[in-house]
Structure formats: structure tokens, C-alpha cells
């Protein structure tokens, strides 16, 4: 019985440091930015895409 004890204990920590973690993330700033991800794909960059592989190639 004491380890389901310890066991809400323990996550009760974890979910208070993820809910500390994200008040600090909001604060900071991290969440402003809703406009950029949505448009993102529009500006892909062609050097980061993956190179055929030349195994593959039709002869």
C-alpha cells in the first residue's frame, strides 16, 4: 500500500515540474510565433532534401 503512496508522490512532482516547465515556456515567449509554422512548408528548403539512392536508379 506505501508504494501507491509513493508512486502518486512521484507523479504529482512530475506533473508539477511539466506544469512549471511550460508557465515558463509561456512566459518567455516560446508560444508567440502562430503565424511561421503555418506557413513553413510554403518556404521548404531544396538543399535539405534527402538524395535519391543510386541503387534505385532505372537502367
Avoid: C
Avoid at 501507491?4 to 516560446?30: D, K, Y
Avoid at 512548408?41 to 535539405?48: E, G, H, I, R, V
Amino acid at each position: 500500500m506505501s508504494a501507491i503512496f509513493v508512486m502518486i508522490g512521484a507523479s504529482l512532482i512530475v506533473a508539477l515540474g511539466f506544469l512549471s516547465a511550460f508557465i515558463w515556456a509561456v512566459r518567455n515567449g516560446q508560444f508567440e510565433d502562430s503565424y511561421t509554422p503555418s506557413i513553413r512548408m510554403l518556404f521548404d528548403d531544396k538543399s535539405t532534401q534527402h538524395p535519391t539512392n543510386p541503387s534505385s536508379k532505372e537502367e
